[in-house]
């Protein structure tokens, strides 16, 4: 099966050519998210085009276009139901009459997390389990559940989804999503320079001078001492040492995959996490495992053709 797939980031767009489960063509795409979408994909169709053409591949052979979006969707329909600050116009929008009278391919549309769980279950470190949560540490966090072999949508879409907006500090920081005291919101890159400057030891830390602040920065000057870096960093560990608790607690897995952009720092966040979970989730089974994402920035785009896949399209089974 042959599918076309993109993985929407709110900083990079990633698109794919992706046959029989391999990626066989991509391309990787400042996001632009200030665009409106309407506007914005012209350009997305033109690199769709040019990927098939690079990889030899005819469009009608193309089962469908799988993407993952970063905002609540609403799969069964194939619609983005929320903005986020990213994408003017992207709520709402019939994507899926896009897809057909651009491309003449059917679309099939999932929250991006979700996607890289599902490319994760399938392909990489989720292979072998039916009960799997995906914990995406990126700019924001973002979560995907695959529960007794199903993956999780709830009836709205959003179920699993939000497990970066579950509240871990009763009246904490204001979140985008209307909530106080999220996960996302007491530490992901999205707010880290805030966070950063609200410390007294920011002044005087190495970090106030990094023009672009992010993760591998803390755990960098956090290993050569630096207080600020010291502080951020546990802090960090222990909001997501909670949230996965809490998503534990929520949806019984045998193992969490973490993956995202700060898990290039892996080797200092994982042992953490596993540490605080075998002290404080209750299941009384056992322990659940905590791995590294296997796929990395494919997952998502490996997860969209599973999603083609899902959904039967006429070619899906060419
Ligand atoms: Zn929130």
């Not at 389990?129 to 009836?155: E, H, K, P, Y």
């Not at 497990?163 to 979140?175: E, N, S």
């Not at 995202?260 to 404080?280: D, E, F, W």
Request: proline fraction near 3%; include cysteine.
């Amino acid at each position: 099966m042959i599918a076309l797939t993109g993985d929407i980031g709110g900083t990079r767009i990633k698109l794919a050519v992706v046959r029989d489960g391999q990626i066989i063509a991509r391309q990787i795409e400042p996001a632009l998210a200030d665009q409106r979408w309407p506007d914005r994909l012209p350009a997305l169709a033109a690199t769709w085009r040019a990927l098939c053409h690079e990889a030899n591949i005819e469009l009608a052979t193309v089962a469908g276009l799988g993407v993952g979006f970063p905002s609540l969707v609403d799969a069964a329909r194939g619609r983005i139901l929320d903005e986020w600050g990213k994408f003017p116009g992207c709520a709402g929008f019939d994507f899926g009459a896009w897809a057909r009278d651009t491309l003449g391919l059917p679309l099939a549309l999932d929250n991006d997390a979700r996607a890289a769980l599902i490319g994760e279950w399938r392909q990489g470190a989720g292979r072998g389990s039916n009960d799997v949560v995906m914990v995406t540490l990126g700019t924001g966090i973002g979560v995907g559940v695959v529960m007794q072999g199903r993956v999780l949508r709830g009836a709205h879409g959003q179920a699993g989804t939000l497990g970066g907006h579950l509240t871990v500090r009763y009246g904490g920081r204001p979140c985008i999503c209307g909530n106080v005291g999220c996960a996302e919101a007491e530490a992901s890159t999205a707010v880290l320079r805030e966070l950063a400057a609200l410390r007294p030891e920011f002044a005087t830390s190495a970090l106030a001078r990094e023009t672009e602040l992010d993760y591998a920065s803390v755990f960098q000057l956090a290993e050569a001492g630096d207080a600020c870096a010291l502080a951020l960093r546990d802090h960090s560990l222990g909001v997501w040492s909670a949230t996965i608790v809490n998503l534990i607690h929520a949806y019984d897995p045998e193992r969490v995959i973490v993956g995202g952009g700060i898990m290039r720092s892996s080797a200092h966040i994982l042992p953490a996490l596993q540490h605080y979970v075998n002290t404080h989730a209750h299941t009384a089974w056992g322990r659940v495992q905590l791995v590294a994402g296997e796929l990395g920035d494919d997952a998502a785009l490996l997860g969209g053709a599973w999603l083609v896949n899902e959904k039967n399209f006429p070619n899906a089974s060419a």
